[in-house]
């Protein structure tokens, strides 16, 4: 069964012109009728003549405000880009030394960044000492930036940060047999604290893919304590306090390798707008046909018809004064 739609359902700008179309008519009839009989002379035939006008104005109307009966399916090409959002949940994105912390500092950029991009697919993987992909790879932004919203230090079981698993996890998503190819860049959010292991291995395999990786310092090289849900700070094994630093060294190679770029984050700089136009003149190098379902706009059948009618009533013609 269809459901009869609006593309442009503004009932009460239709009223107003409908109730102003038939004051009009109304007047005009009043008029001609006393010319008539000012002239001695009855007017005929007038009213099917301001039927065929009315149905004319209404079906106007109908055609401008777009019925749809069903929906059509519709091939879309697209060349657009596949971005990955790595973001780092450890405990050191607590950290305050940019406000009011470097993780939620990250999200707000993070959701500006994603809405910028509306022709591209989206994912979002989540890392500390592991990593899990907390989005897959979607067109749908609100989606995208629910996700975004949700991010929390907590997400992911404690302990040493490696960014090794939150590549590795991506390259085998790119490297499945029914991944299409496409031109892809990884976004890589993080303080560059990294405990894990050899990271030239993944580089290299990510390097063959054609994906670019681009690195975002969160964090400042003074550094600040890192705060405990309970109140205090966390300690070391020897009980001294953490003192969390932005590490610069790993970020820059991922993205000096991977032919990307680093951008910082923090009070004094915001690296996230270079980063947008580093990623908007970013080609897509694939194009690829995805079907859509939309409306089926019916318009086309309202408007034929109240042409036909307007052709009707210049080509026919009636007296209505008889001099």
């Known amino acids: 069964m269809y459901l009869l739609t609006w593309a442009y359902p503004d009932f009460l700008a239709v009223a107003v012109v409908l109730t102003l179309t038939l004051l009009l008519l109304g007047r005009h009839w009043v008029r001609v009728g006393r010319a008539g009989r000012a002239l001695g002379s009855r007017a005929r035939h007038r009213g099917w003549k301001l039927a065929l006008r009315l149905a004319a104005g209404v079906a106007l109307l109908v055609a401008a405000m777009g019925p749809s009966l069903g929906v059509s399916q519709r091939p879309v090409r697209t060349a657009g880009k596949d971005v990955w959002l790595l973001v780092d949940v450890s405990r050191s994105m607590d950290a305050p030394d940019v406000t009011p ?30 990593a899990t992909v907390q989005c897959p790879l979607t067109y749908d932004q609100a989606a995208v930036q629910v996700f975004i919203r949700t991010l929390r230090t907590s ?72 705060p405990k849900p309970g109140g205090g700070f966390v300690r070391d094994g020897k009980g001294q306090v953490v003192e969390s630093r932005l590490r610069e060294a790993t970020l820059l190679q991922l993205a000096a390798q991977t032919g990307g770029q680093y951008v910082e984050l923090n009070d004094q700089q915001n690296g996230f707008d270079p980063l947008l136009r580093l990623l908007r003149n970013m080609p897509g190098l694939a194009e690829q046909v995805r079907t859509v379902s939309v409306a089926d706009n019916r318009y086309r059948y309202s408007l034929a018809a109240a042409l036909l009618l307007l052709a009707l009533d210049v080509a026919l013609t009636v007296t209505t004064i008889r001099l």
């Open 155 to 226: 997400l992911l079981p404690p302990g040493p940060t490696t960014l090794r698993e939150p590549l590795e996890l991506v390259l085998k998503r790119l490297s499945t047999p029914a991944a299409t190819p496409r031109a892809t860049a990884l976004v890589l959010v993080s303080d560059g604290e990294d405990f894990g292991e050899n990271l030239e291995p993944v580089l290299r395999e990510l390097g063959r893919t054609g994906a670019r990786i681009y690195t975002v310092g969160v964090g400042t090289a003074k550094g600040a304590r890192i």
């Open 101 to 130: 912390s470097r993780l939620l500092r990250a999200q707000d950029e993070l959701e500006e960044l994603v809405a910028q991009f509306p022709a591209d697919r989206l994912g979002l993987v989540v890392f500390g000492a592991e």
